[in-house]
């Protein structure tokens, strides 16, 4: 047999050995809601009454999740590098056999840090970057030098050869850097994923929306990415909003009632996303609230059935608008994305309809200039 189609023999079995197991593939792992960036857009909201899981329960429930089946695992937070554990928490998920990717704002890393993440064999780092102006991005971040900081740490990163994606956040502030971003980034030698969409805080609060870009807007973006790119937008981090595995979701067999339902399209709470908040809870999505499963008290695979019968049993209501929608094919709303914008899950968010409203219109003229330009070959023949 020949190597390729070995590799993809191999590869298939080992796919249906894990969907058999019946356990996400990738598990978020927030490890904290503490930063020591305060970012005037941050959405992430901290609990005081509640206590973040200690390095032995974390280590307890990687090796549960990897026990489960579970093959990635990505940390991230608020910022995962506040805990003073977070290397030793990355090592022991990789003598579990499980493959770690770090999400981080890195201003914290220096030297020493890089050759250690060198030594750990991340499968990736996503490295958030805010602004390619020195001013700004400290006017962001509400810290001054955090700038400086981040270029440092990217800086060594290089040099210890570890490589990383930036992760970048166009809001209303930074529209007019995109090229700047896309420069900075081809400076350090490193890929850049773009994200349009600035999401509302967690406990309902659109305080921090003042930041995020109008639909109109995101067009804009979208097109100046494309210009400047040569990532296509929707290989990048997409809405940047969803843990979910579109691939896994396509695998979803059709009697999996949430499927069937469609009410999750993406697939959550069937076999593809699962995300573990600090302090131990288990959320089927990181925009959906917890709804007081503790791994810790359960047990993963305990609480993870709970979790899918649980989002199995959710169900439109009457007033659920999606399902004969015409937009739906270019809206990028979900249950989760609803309960954030509008506090109900069910609803029918204005700035996502805006936005779908814009790409129906932007695909429909791509389309006549397309039939246009086939008509004019044609005539040609
Ligand atoms: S770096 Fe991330 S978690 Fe920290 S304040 Fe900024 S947006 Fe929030
Ligand atoms: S525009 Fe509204 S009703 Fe239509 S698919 Fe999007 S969220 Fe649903």
Redesign the pocket.
Known sequence: MKTANFTKELGHRLQEKRNALNFPPKVMFELT?R?????R????VKDPSKRELSSAQVKSLLGQIADAGCLHVIFT???PLVRKDLFSLIAYARRRGLFVHLFT?ATLLDERDAVILKGLGLISLEI?L?SAKRERFDFI?RRRGSFDRLMNALMVLKKSEVRFVLNSLIMNLTLDEIGDLKHLADSFGADIWWNQFLLPKRDGSRENLRFRLEPEEIMKAITSIDAVSTLDAAGSAGNGTCSADIEVSRNATETDSVFRNKFFSCGVGIKNSLVISPYGELLPCANLPSIGISAIKEGIRKGWKRLIEYTSSLRPSADYKCDGCELRSFCLSCPALAGLECGNINSCPQFHREFAELKRQKYETDRKVKDLRGHHAYGKL
């Not at 930063?35 to 970012?39: A, F, I, K, T």
Request: aromatic share 18%; with cysteine.
């Open positions: 809601y930063c020591n960036l305060d970012c857009h941050c959405y992430i937070g608020g910022e704002n958030s805010y971040t």
